[in-house]
């Protein structure tokens, strides 16, 4: 049962206040993986995926020129992550999780994951950095490098020796699909699963798990691969997103993972950016309607991912885009939670 089971997930005033949240222990051996680590897991997977789609639409509704290269990558890395979500969501349901969504917290530590474990380290390349909600600048891009830093040392859990924590998001993923193949026997398809996404990538099989046990175990590996290969890949080599899982659509550059996308615009000139103006009246009523609109972006997020009917995604994003927009375009800074995301401080 989730942690979390004591929440009222149609609260979208519960759901904004962000809580502790579920640190799975780092599983070393494949003989030691339990369901119930499995489960802890998945739900830091689905968390993590929903830390970064705050933190990237921020710093891209910031940029005021809206055709700018900047923005459009951005963009396309957003909608990326709102699919490995999904497909965490999806794995995560496949294994009998009980999933809850909540708002994320900005300003201390990424959660769960320990950069100095990488070496070399992220954050001693990618400085100064922060992960408080912000507008495109320097701080905000090596933060989004770091949280993409692939791992050099080809996902060597071994390597980290006893740490409890994992060291990039590769390793993590990496784990996870090993807890997936010796657990498989758990797979259950076509519960809570959600399809959207699927006609941006017509070469992936299944964006959803519909087969049981070890019948289903290659639809799961096929989502990890596709976050992974997206996201910050695993290779020290520079490598490019696999045909099947490229957005031919409406990416700007669809064969470049999130890594890349972000190492690129760290060497490039940063865009005008919208000011700040603390303190009028406009500035907070303007962030009040964003955390209402957030809020139901949560209820639905977790309506959805527990069976319910499936919202219009398109229209949720439309008003939690516009409200960002709006704080952008009023001098306020998005929040998405009721407790304040403005400390500057590094984690």
Partial sequence: MSLYHHLDISNAE?????????????????????????????QWAVDIELYTIPFYMAAMYSIKDQGSEARRLLRSVVNQEMLHMQCAANIANAYGTELVIRAPSYGGKVPHLDFALDTPNPTE?????STAIGPLDVERINTMCIIEYPNWQSCARESNGNTDEYGSIGEFYQAVSQGARVLAEFIQGNVR??????????????????QDGKAGLAQVESLINLIVDQGEGLAEKKQYVATKYQNRIDDLQPSWD???????????????TYPLSFGNDRSR??????????????????????????????AIMYKVGGAIAACWENGALPVFSKVSTSSGAQS
Avoid at 193 to 210: D, E, K, N, R
Avoid at 258 to 272: D, G, I, N, V, W
């Fill in 258 to 272: 999130h890594f890349e996308k972000f190492s690129y615009l760290r060497e490039q000139a940063l865009p005008e």
């Fill in 125 to 129: 390349i990618y400085t100064p950095y």
């Fill in 14 to 42: 519960e759901l904004l206040q962000h809580g502790n949240l579920v640190i799975p222990k780092k599983v070393h051996k494949d003989q030691d993986w339990t369901l119930e680590q499995l489960q802890e897991h998945l």
């Fill in 193 to 210: 699963q959600v399809g959207h996404f699927s006609a941006l990538y017509p070469g992936v099989a299944s964006m959803t798990i519909t």
């Fill in 285 to 314: 009523e303007v962030q009040q309607i964003l955390l209402k609109h957030f809020g139901e972006f949560l209820v639905a997020m977790n309506t959805v991912f527990r069976g319910g009917e499936a919202p219009d995604f398109a």
